[in-house]
Structure formats: structure tokens, C-alpha cells
């Protein structure tokens, strides 16, 4: 079963066709990887599925509904969530915090709600802690919950930035090279996390330029190069693929 | 959740404690300054809790006070008794309006206090919502500069308007009468109760916010404020959020003028001035910009210092100096929220063994 589509998505920055006509679908319950070469136009992929930029042409369909003139707000509410190239934590904020965050969607407490601190919201919250807590211990780190989350190193902030997309329930996450800037070992986990995430029931669409880590996790790779898709066939395929060893590594085959 | 509430006892106790302080000394007359401070401060806390919590900034709330003291003002001073018209008539039968008497024994029917109230905190609320829509799309340096337009267009209209009182305002405004024979004036023999009144709807405004802050809204403000892009990614609808804790602050700011109003018995054109604001942010700037306690604090004081008269003419130099002061040496402000644990982080040697399990 398809639970995003693209269809014939085309973006333009002045002079710049970023993304040209590219149409490719994402199954439910799978982990699929877009990759490229610097410049292709992930991240702008991701920003247009994510409701961060809107689309000039073309739609984006998920779950059966057409989401490419929602904001990103409205796309989180409907169950896909993402995270970003430059973690974006919330600072002066713990890591409970942060994560709780996540469960705003979950939650309906509003303005006024809040200020009379009505019985409603008591139990409300307490959920929104037990639901964040789980999450913690999911992703083992629960020790960190009274840290400040941007005080944590590096690689646990990706943690702790998954932990919070986690905490929304998404249907869908997107993950915006979640091992840039980890070291080996870190990398080996976070394929590992994402493969239980799957698990978890969670589909992954994820950019990544760390090839081994793409070719492990993935069921499926799209390949795109200048904002076209290039190829989309599973990782074995795509590694034979003539065209893109072709982008990859140049016209001179060795 | 008594945690939350034991600081709001014991500011309640220092209230106490500072009438008692007053009474024992026989120095009474304090308390009419320091219940102008009341309401002022209900402005400074509504105002941190857009500056601090939500990261926006204001620079027009003199603006909004001033909207609520002149409609009250207007309101409850404008003679409708030679009006004859059917809106009059259907009012006067509903009992909105009131008669009384006015300083030369003439009689005045004018709208009742309560409906005053209420029309200026909805004028409040619909400016609030028609300029901060778009205004709030703006950050930083746009922001201050568009809503310092605000409060510089309420000020200049108050100022050119006849009805209005143009330069000298509008006075004669009577007491806003509250159940229980209880009234709010500047007369004399109030005094402690007046005090008592004004404090107390600062302590309920800071428990409401006290409560806000922690709760889910609380978090996704403060969530806007630090990363708005992934708290929209996080499906919190960052404008709408941020334009109703724009209106929520308004709203504070407007009460405290219709009452500050009622209190000294009319309002200036000066309430609406630019100084104003650049008080109220100077005052949430020093508090800790994110600390209700602390701006409340700074309130207290620095009200009470300005309004005693102790800094002289230099008055709006010293709210600047400030603001300056603060931003180039304290840009978290004075009484930031962190103050204590940062204190104890730099004088113990080992500050990151000390946070392992």
C-alpha cells in the first residue's frame, strides 16, 4: 500500500529547476532513501513533501490525501514529521521537554485551558509525560531527561530529535541525513534505530550521503541528480545501476 | 503543583507584609503609588510573557494600555442625557448607563463602568488581532519597529483627538464599583482596600500566566521562541500561537489601563507615549526577559522608585539607560532564569561530573 506519493512534483528558485518533474511513491511500513550527489535537490525534496515550501507543479499525496498546498503544520497533524539537516532542538528547553513537545498533536489543552489549569489537562499531562518517558527509554536517554537538550553531544542530540518526531506518532518520518556527523560506531546505531523504528510500524523516508548505511537499512533508493529522478529500484539494483555510478563517479568509467 | 503556587503565596505575603510595613511607620501615602504600580506591573508581567516566553516583542504595549484607559475614560465621562436617540433609551432600560453627579452638582448619565470595561478590552482584543495578524510575520528588528508604529499611531491619535481631551485627556472619570461595596479610586479612605485590589488582580494575573507556562501551551510558545520552523514541523501552528499570546498580553496591558484609569480618576496622552513602552520593555529586560518573577519584581521596584519621584527629571533616562545597559551587558537580562544554577555551576570546579548519575 502507497503512503506518500509524488507526483510530477516540479520546484524552481529564479533560475534554478530544483526539482524537475519527479514522481516517486513511498509503501507503508517501508524504509526508503533518496540519495544524490551534493546540489540534487534532497533537501528541497523533503522541504516540499514536508509542507515547508510549496510545490510550483505537481502533487503530493499522503494517505490518500493531497497535502502539497498544506503548511508544515498541518502536514504534522496529518502524521509525517521530520527532522532536520541542522538539528533544530529547542534550546533552554530539557530533553523531557523537547520531547514532549512532540506530543503536541496528541494533546488539545489550549490558551485558556492552560491558564485555569483545568482537571482536563492534569491527566492530559500526565499522559504527555508517561508517552515521553516510554520514548526515552525506547531510545535510551532516559538519563538525559533534566539535561538541556542542545548541551548533549552531538550524536544524542540526533536522539533526542528523532525522539521528539517519534513522540508526534507519525506515520511517516523524514529524516534529513540523520548520520551526518556521526562517527562510525554512532552511524552503526542510528541504522540500527532506524530499523526498529520500522519496526515500530513506522514508514522512513530518509536523505543520506552515507552509502553503507543507505544500502544496509533501505528497502528501497531514489536516485536523483539535478532535481530528476535518475533511478528507483531496490539497493542491490541501484548499486549496478550505470547511471548512477555514472552521476556519482563521472563519465570515465574506470 | 504546589510548587508552582508557593512563590504566589509568598509574593502575596510580601504585599501583606509591605502594607503592614507602610501602616507601622505611618507613611500611607505609599500605598497610592504602590498601587499605580500594581497596575503597571500587570502590564510588565502580560508583556514578559510575550517577550520572554514566546520571543516576540512589543514595543506598542504603552499602545494597548492606553486604548483601554481612554475607552473607559470616554465612556464613563461622555453625557449621553441630552441624547435622545432609541439606542440611548434601550440602554438606559437595560440599566448600562448610570447617572451621577459631576464636580458642579450637575447630573450626568453615562455608560456604566463594567460595559466600559468590557467595550475597551474588546477594542483591545480586535486591535490586537487586526495589527498583530500581519505584524507578527515580521521578527526581530521588523517587529519592534512595526508595533513601536502601533503605539506611535494610538498616541498621536489620542493626541489630536478632540473628544479625547487632545494634550490634556480626559478626568472626571468616577470609581469602577465592584460587588461588595468595594470601589476603585484614588479616594483616600480606599486606600488599603485599593491597594489590596490591584495587587491581588496582579497575583491572579501572574497565576494564570504561572499556569500557562507549564502548561501545553507553555511549552509549544516556548518551543516557537527557540526553533520556530521545527516547532511548525512539529505541528504547532506557530502564527496562530503566537498572535493569541500577542492578544492575551494586549488584554493585560488594556485592563491595567481601564483600571489604573478609574484609579487616578482619568488618563493623559502620556500613557500612550513611546517612553511608556520603552519602560515596560526596559522593566521585562532587567527582570530576566523569561522570568515572570523577576520582571515582576523589577516592577515593584523601579515603578515604585519612578512614580515616588526619585529619579527627578532624568525619569525616561533612566528606563533608557537601562535597556542599553542590559543589552550590552546582560542580554538575558539581570534576574534570568538560570541565574542561580549558573552561579553554583561557576563555583563548583567539576560542573559536568556533577550531572552523571
Redesign the interface.
Known amino acids: 500500500m502507497t503512503l506518500l506519493s509524488v507526483r510530477g512534483v516540479s520546484k524552481r528558485f529564479g533560475g534554478l529547476q530544483a526539482v524537475n518533474d519527479l514522481s516517486f511513491d513511498v509503501a507503508a511500513g517501508a524504509i526508503k532513501a533518496l540519495i544524490g550527489p551534493n546540489g540534487a535537490g534532497k533537501t528541497t525534496i523533503f522541504n516540499l513533501i514536508?509542507g515547508?515550501l510549496p510545490p510550483d507543479s505537481g502533487e503530493i499525496v499522503f494517505g490518500g490525501e493531497g497535502i502539497h498546498a498544506m503548511?508544515?503544520?498541518e502536514v504534522?497533524?496529518r502524521g509525517m514529521?521530520?527532522t532536520?539537516q541542522h538539528i533544530?532542538?529547542?534550546?533552554?528547553?530539557t530533553v523531557l521537554?523537547n520531547i514532549?513537545?512532540?506530543?503536541?498533536?496528541h494533546?488539545r489543552?489550549?490558551?485558556l485551558?492552560?491558564?485555569?489549569?483545568l482537571p482536563f489537562?492534569w491527566k492530559?499531562?500526565r499522559r504527555?509525560r508517561e508517552k515521553s518517558r516510554e520514548i526515552m527509554e525506547l531510545l535510551g536517554i532516559v538519563?538525559h531527561a533534566g539535561?538541556e537538550a542542545i548541551s548533549l553531544a552531538y550524536g544524542q542530540q540526533r536522539v533526542v530529535e528523532i525522539g521528539?518526531?517519534l513522540a508526534?506518532e507519525p506515520k511517516l518520518l523524514l529524516l534529513d541525513e540523520p548520520a551526518a556527523g556521526l562517527n562510525m560506531r554512532e552511524t552503526n546505531g542510528m541504522g540500527e534505530l532506524i530499523s526498529r523504528i520500522r519496526d515500530l510500524g513506522v514508514t522512513v523516508l530518509l536523505v543520506e550521503h552515507d552509502m553503507s548505511l543507505v544500502m544496509k537499512i533501505s528497502d528501497e533508493v531514489v536516485v536523483v541528480s539535478y532535481g530528476e529522478k535518475i533511478a528507483e529500484d531496490r539497493p542491490l539494483a541501484i548499486q549496478k545501476n550505470r547511471e548512477v555510478i555514472r552521476v556519482y563517479l563521472g563519465d570515465d568509467e574506470c | 503543583m504546589a510548587r508552582r503556587y508557593l512563590p504566589v503565596a509568598a509574593f502575596a505575603g510580601l504585599i501583606v507584609a509591605i502594607q503592614l510595613g507602610t501602616l507601622s511607620i505611618g507613611a500611607e501615602y505609599h500605598l497610592t503609588q504602590l498601587t499605580m504600580t500594581a497596575y503597571y506591573s500587570l502590564v510588565v508581567v502580560g508583556l514578559c510573557m510575550l517577550i520572554g516566553y514566546a520571543g516576540q516583542i512589543s514595543l506598542g504595549h504603552a499602545g494597548f494600555f492606553a486604548i483601554g484607559g481612554y475607552v473607559t475614560a470616554f465612556l464613563t465621562t461622555w453625557d449621553l442625557k441630552t441624547n435622545h436617540g432609541a439606542v440611548v433609551s434601550l440602554l438606559e432600560r437595560s440599566g448600562a448607563l448610570v447617572s451621577r453627579h459631576d464636580v458642579y452638582g450637575g447630573n450626568l448619565l453615562t455608560v456604566h463602568p463594567w460595559l466600559a470595561c468590557a467595550a475597551a478590552i474588546l477594542l483591545t482584543v480586535a486591535v490586537a488581532f487586526l495589527v498583530g495578524g500581519p505584524v507578527l510575520k515580521l521578527k526581530g528588528h521588523y517587529l519592534a519597529m512595526a508595533t513601536l508604529g502601533i503605539g506611535i499611531i494610538v498616541y498621536r491619535i489620542v493626541l489630536g483627538t478632540d473628544f479625547l481631551g487632545a494634550s490634556d485627556g480626559i478626568s472626571e472619570v468616577p470609581g469602577f464599583p465592584l460587588p461588595g461595596g468595594l470601589l476603585i479610586s484614588g479616594d483616600a479612605s480606599s486606600r488599603i482596600s485599593n491597594y489590596y485590589l490591584a495587587w491581588g488582580l496582579v497575583i491572579l494575573g501572574m497565576a494564570?500566566?504561572l499556569?500557562?507556562i507549564?502548561?501545553?501551551?507553555?511549552?509549544?510558545l516556548?518551543?516557537v521562541?527557540?526553533?520556530e520552523?521545527?516547532?511548525?514541523?512539529?505541528?504547532?501552528?506557530?502564527s496562530r500561537y503566537k498572535l493569541?499570546?500577542f492578544v492575551?498580553s494586549a488584554v493585560f496591558a488594556g485592563l491595567a489601563g481601564v483600571f489604573l484609569t478609574h484609579y487616578n480618576g482619568g488618563i493623559g496622552p502620556s500613557e500612550a507615549g513611546v517612553m511608556k513602552s520603552v519602560r515596560y520593555v526596559a522593566i521585562v529586560a532587567i527582570g530576566g526577559m523569561?522570568n515572570l518573577w523577576g520582571s515582576l519584581s523589577m516592577s515593584l521596584v523601579l515603578n515604585y522608585l519612578s512614580l515616588r519621584g526619585y529619579f527627578g527629571t532624568y525619569d525616561d533616562t533612566v528606563f533608557g539607560a537601562i535597556l542599553i545597559l542590559i543589552m550590552l551587558f546582560a542580554p538575558d537580562g539581570l534576574l534570568r532564569?538560570h541565574l542561580v544554577s549558573d552561579l553554583k555551576r561557576m563555583v563548583s570546579r567539576n560542573p559536568v561530573e556533577e550531572?552523571a548519575?
Open positions: 514536508s515547508f503548511s508544515s503544520c504534522a497533524t514529521v521530520r532536520f533544530r532542538l529547542f534550546p533552554k528547553m521537554e514532549m513537545v512532540g506530543r503536541h498533536v494533546s489543552a489550549g490558551f485551558a492552560g491558564m485555569l489549569n489537562t492530559e499531562e504527555i538519563d539535561t521528539r518526531a508526534c | 494564570l500566566l499556569n500557562l507549564q502548561s501545553r501551551v507553555g511549552r509549544a516556548s518551543a521562541h527557540g526553533a520552523d521545527a516547532a511548525g514541523a512539529m505541528g504547532i501552528p506557530t493569541n499570546v492575551l523569561a532564569r550531572d548519575p
